[in-house]
């Protein structure tokens, strides 16, 4: 099993000094990833359902950092200067949000400066106010936008005479270079719960990512044992073997104060029944768990990473 850890997008952990303390920690502890999200503005209302929330909005609660996304690819690319090792992943890009010509470039140049440690995690998005106001591609077509560009990703980056003729993007005659450090080209991993995201696992992606372990996305080992069943078939579909798809699973830890409830939840309580979790997840199919150490306070965030490394990463 390899792990990961989600970089904070708003707060005093968001500022320069503490997300690279932050990173760096997660470099020298031996975590495998980090993971950066993407918004590029947040409407003040937003009527598009959140689906990582149990109300359906990414909003409640009072979340006074609701608003604040600092870009993906350039907190990426930041980081990818103070660190060494671990592997930086968008996760997930809203693929449909920017020129497909353009983001390969951006990709590919990253990849290549931080000497391969490019993982590009993707997905549909969620949220119809954010394409609209960013003049994306239609809403209703995001599906087959993302299809496009990720294909079109994959033939500029590897191609030495890069064509491409879709409904969305097309190009030929031109030289796309430099190509990515990574053959045949960085990672993709295809974030997203439904039926649709698991084809386009199938079909696209090197990993599965979804997200799972909270309320509104239980995602138990029975139930992803049962969708890993669903992708498998359409990757023998597609001509790919199952086996190189892996499965990268987005998770809290929950702190043993926060599980108060009669049914204890996933990743929560002593080191002994997070690690029972993890064993189960890994033999359901699992191969990375990133997990949510964020705190108000950098420092609090550390000493949460520092923990885990120390009690669980050794034991697993």
Known sequence: MQFGFYLPNSGEGAQ?????????????????????????LMPRQVA????????????AGGNSGAGEWPEQITTLAYLAGVTEHIRLVTSVMI???????????????LDLLSSGRLIVGAGVGWMQEEFELL??????????????????????????????????????????????????????????????????????????HPVGAIPAAPLEPEELTENLSYLHRHAQRAGRSPDAIQVS?????????????????????P????????HDYAQAGVTHLIFD????????????????????????
């Open 135 to 208: 003049d994306a591609p239609p809403f209703a077509q995001r599906g087959e936008v993302t299809d496009e560009y990720l294909q079109a990703f994959i033939e500029l980056w590897t191609a030495e005479n890069p064509s491409f003729d879709g409904k969305h993007v097309q190009f030929s005659n031109i030289i796309f270079q430099p190509k990515p450090a990574q053959q045949p080209h960085p990672p993709i991993w295809i974030g997203g719960q439904s039926r649709a995201a698991l084809r386009r696992a199938a079909r696209l992606g090197n990993a599965w």
């Open 271 to 278: 080191p002994d029944a997070v690690l029972q979790d993890i």
């Open 48 to 59: 598009s359902v959140y689906p990582y929330s149990v109300t359906g909005s990414i909003l």
């Open 293 to 316: 150490f964020r705190s108000p306070n950098h420092a609090e965030t550390e000493e949460r990473m520092t923990r885990f490394a120390q009690e669980i990463m050794p034991a697993t």
């Open 16 to 40: 320069p000094a503490a997300l690279s303390s932050i990173a760096r920690l997660g470099d020298r502890l031996g975590f495998y990833c980090m993971v950066a999200p993407d918004h590029i």
């Open 95 to 109: 693929v449909p949000y920017r020129n497909p010509l353009l983001t390969a470039k951006m990709l590919a140049t």
């Open 249 to 269: 699973m987005k998770a809290p830890l929950y702190d043993a104060a926060s599980d108060t409830g009669a049914t204890r939840r996933r990743f929560s309580g």
